[in-house]
């Protein structure tokens, strides 16, 4: 520059001469001279940046300061870097967008996270919610492993309707929070992976087992029946849902979804695994109504299609029938593979529907014949 004196000087010293008279916008046309002469003058460029900003030319100072924070950031000046491009925030906040701050970001690296968050706010606050996305996904790229900050350009993704980025992001923070142990943020994902990202099979099922073991188990009920609308035919989601319907005192729901998972066995497997399911429902609620239905049940699974449904443990009171005259009762062994039928005296079949009655304190199980 030194070479170029002779002609620099005179112009600097009008634009002096203009700035101290007040004429601002004289004084910026002769410091963009000088910027223009020698592009690394950074006095220069700072002058005419002020003088640009006092004649009311708030973008063009803008794009003068952000010139110069790179300048700055080039020669290892950050925090002067930082100073200049957050006064340009201040001028005019829609000049500092991803095409003028990326460069700043790739020599400032880590240094620039304050600034991107800084500009990605401004942007939310005045309704640019594109450019906070661009500015967010430039803070997500230098600092990658922030699940915070993966997580709010997330919400903006869905916030902009940008569905599938949106799922990308959340599974990526879903699994960091899963390998950190953070249950209830990771709640919160898969919640918000469900609601927006429609039939999801995964975040239902780690859903469910989350609410299982946290013993909220409404919560898990109401996930097991979103599960089994999608998968009618999974064993364990109905076998799941009809244990949680008793642990909640929902007896009859229960038990309805336990004949329907019972139907289901019988149809894919063996009679053993009918009756491993019956000792499994056994545990889910002591009341004595709820064991009877369940004996009732195991009865009916040997020919299933045929009877009707178990009717309601609470079901409407009926008057009891007369005792039956006293008759010594025959003990019939049954092999596992004989169909299994009940006799009357007479030799005729009796009828497979059941009811199950309240008897004062405690609920009885009747063999009503059709």
Same mark, same amino acid.
């Given at each position: ?20 008279a ?64 957050l ?14 701050l990326?460069?700043l970001?790739v ?11 800084r ?12 450019q906070?996305?661009d500015?967010l ?11 915070? =900050? ?40 898969l ?32 996930k097991l ?5 999608? =998968? ?43 009756r ?13 109504a ?19 449904k ?5 079901? =409407?009171?009926r ?35 059941v ?6 304190s ?7 014949? =059709?």
């Amino acid at each position: 520059m030194g070479g170029l004196s002779f002609t620099t000087e005179p112009i600097r010293q009008r634009a002096r001469a203009l700035a101290a008279a007040g004429k601002h916008d004289a004084a910026a046309v002769e410091y963009q001279v000088l910027s223009d002469i020698d592009p690394t003058d950074i006095k220069a460029g700072m002058k005419l940046a002020h003088h640009l900003a006092q004649a009311g030319q708030g973008a063009r100072a803008a794009d003068e300061y952000l010139r110069l924070a790179l300048l700055y950031a080039r020669l290892g000046h950050e925090r002067r870097a930082m100073t200049v491009a957050l006064r340009a925030l201040h001028l005019d906040s829609s000049r500092v967008v991803l095409d003028r701050l990326a460069p700043l970001v790739v020599h400032l690296g880590a240094d620039s996270i304050a600034l991107c968050e800084r500009v990605a706010r401004t942007h939310l606050l005045t309704g640019r919610g594109e450019q906070a996305r661009d500015v967010l996904s430039v803070l997500v790229q230098v600092d990658p492993g922030s699940l915070s =900050k993966r997580l709010r350009l997330a919400e903006l993704d869905l916030a902009l309707g940008r569905m599938r980025e949106a799922m990308n992001e959340l599974r990526i923070v879903a699994d960091g929070l899963r390998a950190h142990g953070r249950t209830a943020e990771l709640i919160r994902v898969l919640e918000m992976m469900h609601t927006h990202g429609g039939a999801d099979e995964a975040a239902l099922r780690e859903l469910t087992m989350i609410y299982l073991r946290c013993g909220q188990l409404r919560r898990a009920r109401a996930k097991l029946t979103a599960l089994h609308h999608m =998968k009618p035919d999974d064993r364990l989601t109905l076998e799941r849902l009809a244990r949680v319907q008793a642990r909640l005192g929902c007896l009859n729901l229960s038990l309805d979804t336990l004949e329907t998972l019972l139907r289901l066995v019988a149809a894919q497997c063996d009679r053993r695994e009918v009756r491993a399911v019956l000792q499994r429902a056994e545990s889910w609620s002591s009341e004595h109504a709820y064991q009877q239905a369940i004996d009732s049940l195991g009865l009916l699974s040997w020919s299933f299609g045929k009877e009707r449904k178990v009717p309601d443990i609470v079901a =409407k009171r009926r008057p009891p029938r007369p005792p039956a005259p006293a008759a010594a009762p025959e003990i019939i062994v049954l092999d596992e593979t004989t169909e299994l039928e009940f006799l009357t005296d007479d030799g005729l079949p009796l009828g497979s529907g059941v009811v199950v009655q309240d008897s004062g304190s405690e609920a009885s199980a009747e063999l009503v014949a =059709k």
